[in-house]
């Protein structure tokens, strides 16, 4: 009950007194700010936008970042409005220089304290994003005496835009991540937190980014540990297919007389020199973009097969904790009309189920494997369009849970691996669509239920702050032990999270009540699997 009350005096953000307090970094000074809301005991220090690299502009348009150059005088580092361009999406803040970081501090910066470190990637289909802008989202994660980092990277064209060869190899936006860590184990230390225990955690294609770096053998001694939420690398939406192709097509939507034959080099120049916005208004057209596996080269960030690496363990093995939310999907139905509309295309052509990464290219056997997906969800007579639960089951599953599984599955015989799926819904978590017989918790929900998301929590029900409770306590233990149940708390209902083992697929349910339960998805995962050994195209990328 006291963790309770603690969590809830948190809601008094309205009136807070700020202080200034320096720390004295390699490349100059920053002054960020004492935040102490009005129940004194609750007061940490947060730095916000800090650069970590040289602003990506000029000749380092997509380039690899750079380390960035010393300032006089004193930074003030007191808000990060930095924004990277979004695609679809015009914002007055929005630029290419914009790799900021934010760091939050339960302690005074320049001590000896030795903390525990989460760094947080953001979520948005590698497309749109941003760290945190103010200082009391982590707030919750003060109280646990965790050191947090935020950060931008580059997302759209700006950050993943790929030649396909060693001109713009891509994932610029996938090593600014990796070149924030190394910041973190650079400098850290001058915030109070303990570079040897840092854990990397991602949201949505943060998750996915997050397992990217589990993948990428560069980023091997830059965590200890990792948390991924609704995403895995072997997601379909999280690998760029016809990178190159797309690069082009950019070049010649700004200016037709481009052709496909230029050299990447001559690509690489002409995109070097057009404004920023003439890339950006492309986005009408090409607006997908994802990791893309390198070609060999020093300073790739991948350059081999996600779903070989992680089942023949070629990764930087550490603990992991991941999962999923239990209707990922769920808010494509928040406009019945228009869901409707749009499933509709299933029914028309079964085909159009099949996504493109199984890579079958024979109409005849993709309709029969269209057949047999819409057999996991629905009768040979029933229409998707008619069943609206059952669509978005599937959308869901093909979109989010099936990669999540697998991931987790594939890895799970190299490391320690806690796996879970978030089912509480309440009114905190934001999602008024309901559909009986499915799941209720929409994509990005659990999020509401580990950072500050409002600014009084007095008007949600005990169940909604017990939940977001036992969620911050689960993953902070880990953060903190990397073993989110280490000793029996009557919070957690005295319950041991076991590790998903190769003999046994075990995950924790938290929902009103936390429950260990068998085989996650069981309903539709273990039918898809043999979908996919049948008939998907092999060696598998993503799943």
Same mark, same amino acid.
């Not at 209902?493 to 349910?509: G, M, R, S």
């Given at each position: 009950m006291?963790?309770?009350? !603690?969590?809830?005096?948190?809601?008094?953000?309205?009136?807070?007194?700020?202080?200034?307090?320096?720390?004295?970094?390699?490349n100059?000074?920053?002054?960020?700010?004492?935040?102490?809301?009005?129940?004194?005991?609750?007061?940490?220090?947060?730095?916000?936008?800090?650069?970590?690299?040289?602003?990506?502009?000029?000749?380092?348009?997509? $380039?690899?970042?750079?380390?960035?150059?010393?300032?006089?005088?004193?930074? =003030?580092?007191?808000?990060?409005?930095?924004?990277?361009?979004?695609v +679809?999406k015009?914002?007055?803040?929005a630029?290419?220089?914009?790799?900021?970081?934010?760091?939050?501090?339960?302690?005074?910066?320049?001590?000896?304290?030795?903390?525990?470190?989460?760094?947080?990637?953001?979520?948005?289909?590698?497309?749109? @994003?941003?760290?945190?802008?103010?200082y009391?989202?982590?707030?919750?994660?003060?109280?646990?005496n965790?050191?947090?980092?935020?950060?931008?990277?580059?997302v759209?064209?700006?950050g993943?835009?790929?030649?396909?060869?060693?001109?713009?190899?891509?994932?610029?936006?996938?090593?600014?991540?990796q070149?924030?860590?190394k910041?973190?184990?650079?400098?850290?230390?001058?915030?109070?937190?303990?570079?040897?225990?840092?854990?990397?955690?991602?949201?949505?294609a943060?998750?996915?980014?997050?397992?990217?770096?589990? !993948?990428?053998?560069?980023?091997?001694?830059?965590?200890?540990?990792? =948390? +991924?939420?609704?995403?895995?690398?072997?997601?379909?939406?999280?690998?760029?297919?016809?990178?190159?192709? =797309?690069?082009? @097509?950019?070049?010649?939507?700004i200016?037709?007389?481009?052709?496909?034959?230029?050299?990447?080099?001559?690509l690489?120049?002409?995109?070097?020199?057009?404004?920023?916005?003439?890339?950006?208004?492309?986005?009408?057209?090409?607006?997908?973009?994802?990791?893309?596996?390198?070609?060999?080269?020093v @300073?790739?960030?991948?350059?081999?097969?996600?779903?070989?690496?992680?089942?023949?363990?070629s990764?930087n093995?550490?603990p992991? !904790?991941? +999962?999923?939310?239990?209707?990922?999907?769920?808010?494509?139905?928040?406009?019945? +009309?228009?869901?409707?509309?749009?499933?509709?295309?299933?029914? $028309?052509?079964?085909?159009?189920?099949?996504?493109?990464?199984m890579?079958?290219?024979?109409s005849?056997?993709?309709?029969?494997?269209g057949?047999?997906?819409?057999?996991?969800?629905l009768?040979?007579?029933?229409?998707?369009?008619?069943?609206?639960?059952?669509s978005?089951?599937?959308? @869901?599953?093909?979109?989010?849970?099936?990669?999540?599984?697998?991931?987790?599955?594939?890895?799970?015989?190299?490391?320690? !691996?806690?796996?879970?799926?978030?089912?509480?819904?309440?009114?905190?978590?934001?999602?008024?669509?309901?559909?009986?017989?499915?799941?209720?918790?929409?994509?990005?929900?659990?999020?509401?239920?580990?950072?500050?998301?409002?600014?009084?929590?007095d008007?949600?029900?005990?169940?909604?702050?017990?939940?977001?409770?036992?969620?911050?306590?689960?993953?902070?233990?880990f953060?903190?032990?990397?073993?989110?149940?280490?000793?029996?708390?009557?919070?957690?209902?005295?319950?041991?999270?076991?590790?998903?083992?190769?003999?046994?697929?075990?995950?924790?349910?938290?929902?009103?009540?936390?429950?260990?339960q068998?085989?996650?998805?069981?309903?539709s995962?273990?039918?898809?699997?043999? =979908?996919?050994?049948?008939?998907?195209?092999?060696?598998?990328?993503?799943?």
């Amino acid at each position: 009950m006291l963790k309770i009350l !603690l969590f809830v005096v948190l809601s008094f953000f309205i009136q807070i007194f700020c202080e200034d307090i320096d720390v004295t970094l390699p490349n100059g000074k920053i002054r960020g700010l004492k935040v102490t809301p009005v129940v004194t005991n609750l007061t940490y220090y947060s730095f916000l936008g800090i650069p970590f690299a040289a602003p990506p502009i000029g000749n380092l348009r997509f $380039k690899p970042p750079q380390p960035v150059e010393n300032w006089e005088g004193t930074l =003030i580092a007191d808000n990060n409005d930095a924004l990277c361009y979004q695609v +679809g999406k015009k914002t007055e803040h929005a630029s290419e220089d914009c790799l900021y970081l934010n760091v939050y501090t339960p302690v005074v910066p320049s001590t000896s304290s030795s903390l525990p470190v989460l760094v947080f990637i953001y979520g948005g289909t590698f497309r749109r @994003g941003r760290s945190f802008p103010g200082y009391k989202s982590p707030a919750f994660l003060m109280k646990e005496n965790v050191v947090v980092v935020t950060f931008n990277y580059r997302v759209g064209p700006f950050g993943f835009l790929s030649t396909e060869d060693e001109v713009i190899p891509g994932n610029m936006g996938l090593k600014d991540q990796q070149f924030a860590l190394k910041w973190v184990q650079q400098n850290i230390n001058l915030f109070g937190g303990d570079p040897r225990q840092v854990t990397l955690m991602g949201q949505s294609a943060g998750s996915a980014s997050v397992t990217y770096q589990l !993948l990428s053998p560069g980023s091997a001694g830059l965590f200890r540990a990792a =948390i +991924g939420n609704s995403g895995s690398a072997l997601c379909t939406w999280a690998f760029q297919r016809n990178a190159a192709d =797309i690069a082009y @097509g950019i070049a010649a939507e700004i200016d037709p007389t481009f052709e496909r034959n230029r050299t990447s080099e001559e690509l690489l120049n002409f995109l070097s020199n057009v404004p920023a916005s003439a890339i950006e208004d492309t986005a009408d057209k090409y607006n997908a973009f994802a990791p893309v596996i390198e070609v060999p080269h020093v @300073g790739a960030l991948i350059s081999d097969l996600m779903y070989r690496n992680a089942e023949n363990g070629s990764f930087n093995k550490v603990p992991v !904790l991941m +999962g999923f939310n239990s209707e990922e999907a769920l808010m494509m139905a928040e406009k019945t +009309g228009s869901w409707r509309s749009y499933v509709r295309q299933y029914d $028309k052509d079964l085909r159009t189920l099949v996504d493109d990464d199984m890579y079958i290219t024979d109409s005849d056997k993709k309709l029969l494997v269209g057949k047999e997906i819409k057999k996991i969800y629905l009768n040979d007579t029933d229409m998707f369009a008619d069943k609206l639960g059952e669509s978005v089951q599937y959308f @869901g599953d093909n979109r989010f849970i099936r990669p999540i599984i697998k991931f987790a599955e594939l890895i799970r015989h190299h490391v320690d !691996l806690y796996f879970y799926q978030f089912s509480y819904h309440g009114p905190l978590g934001g999602n008024s669509v309901e559909i009986p017989g499915i799941g209720k918790v929409a994509h990005a929900e659990d999020q509401n239920y580990f950072w500050v998301v409002h600014d009084n929590y007095d008007s949600f029900p005990d169940t909604d702050i017990k939940t977001l409770q036992r969620y911050v306590t689960l993953l902070t233990n880990f953060v903190k032990y990397l073993n989110p149940t280490p000793i029996a708390d009557d919070l957690l209902q005295n319950i041991t999270w076991p590790k998903a083992t190769e003999n046994d697929y075990l995950y924790l349910d938290i929902d009103t009540n936390l429950s260990i339960q068998t085989n996650p998805r069981n309903f539709s995962y273990s039918k898809w699997v043999d =979908i996919y050994e049948e008939n998907a195209a092999k060696p598998f990328i993503s799943y």
